[in-house]
């Protein structure tokens, strides 16, 4: 009798086993390359809002080629007065972020300040063969880290996981590398959030007052809507502490991104804001 039930356990265990396997791990080694993530020379602008619908910020991306280089430079602006009083702030903070990719979409180097906040909060690293060697600024303190630099390629925001997708096809996937950028606030040592993506299906969105095609892309905590071109239209991104954030691609106002910098600007007058660290 101990001996039967010994059996059935064992393959129950082994049944489990394999399940887990197959859903966990076999996609991880699956994965295929990622698709191209490098936006043309263009300008991109995204609102934001959250689940109650209301706008509680705006991003502006500006994509620069070269023939050797290619820089994209991300400005994103929430009132965190309209997101939650779990964070250590409470007003208008701008996350700016440099990625630099050489050759074969490699990314080079990356920056990430907070501006806005009382402290003086940056993040800067810098590719050493596989590996980034970063610097942390928080207020005067300074610290090295060291991320792994594997699929670096694909390094993005937890608060906007995509910019651009191209060339996809339904069952694609590959794998991302998220980092938290709010994290920065605690002072915390950045971590890299390894996830899977994967192209689910084709579906029609409905995309400034008309029917779009779209390929619909799926990630841990977040689903994207892709045109045919790579433009990503639409994102539902779950952000801890703070629910369910829509970001919807809108036409970019050159205006709008020069005020919002100048009431930054503002703020670092009138010492409502750190300034800028050193090396940005």
């Known amino acids: 009798m101990n001996r039967a039930f010994g059996i059935v356990a064992g393959l129950c265990w082994l049944t489990l086993m394999v399940v887990l396997v197959q859903r966990d791990v076999v996609p991880f080694w699956s994965a295929q390359e990622a698709p191209t993530t490098m936006a043309p020379s263009s300008s991109f602008q995204v609102a934001i809002r959250n689940s109650a619908g209301t706008r509680v910020g705006t991003t502006w991306v500006i994509s620069t080629p070269t023939e050797m280089i290619t820089t994209i430079r991300s400005q994103t602006l929430i009132d965190l007065r309209t997101v939650s009083s779990l964070l250590p702030l409470n007003g208008p903070l701008m996350i700016v972020t440099t990625l630099t990719y050489h050759p074969a979409d490699t990314l080079q180097d990356f920056k990430i300040r907070l501006d806005g906040a009382p402290i003086a909060v940056s993040l800067r690293g810098e590719r050493c ?152």
């Open 129 to 280: 063969g596989v590996d980034f060697a970063c610097t942390m600024t928080y207020g005067g303190v300074r610290q090295t880290v060291v991320l792994d630099g594997r699929l670096s390629q694909c390094l993005a925001e937890t608060l906007r996981p995509f910019t651009h997708l191209r060339d996809l096809h339904v069952g694609q996937t590959w794998r991302i590398r998220l980092l938290d950028p709010l994290s920065l606030l605690h002072g915390q040592a950045p971590e890299l959030k390894t996830q899977l993506v994967k192209v689910a299906s084709r579906e029609t969105i409905q995309h400034g007052g008309r029917d779009v095609p779209c390929f619909r892309i799926e990630t841990d905590g977040a689903v994207a809507w892709a045109n045919d071109e790579g433009r990503v239209l639409r994102q539902d991104v779950q952000i801890p502490l703070l629910g369910t954030w829509t970001l919807t691609d809108e036409p970019f106002d050159q205006e709008t991104r020069h005020a919002a910098v100048q009431w930054i600007e503002s703020l670092r007058a009138t010492g409502l804001a750190a300034p800028a660290t050193s090396e940005e």
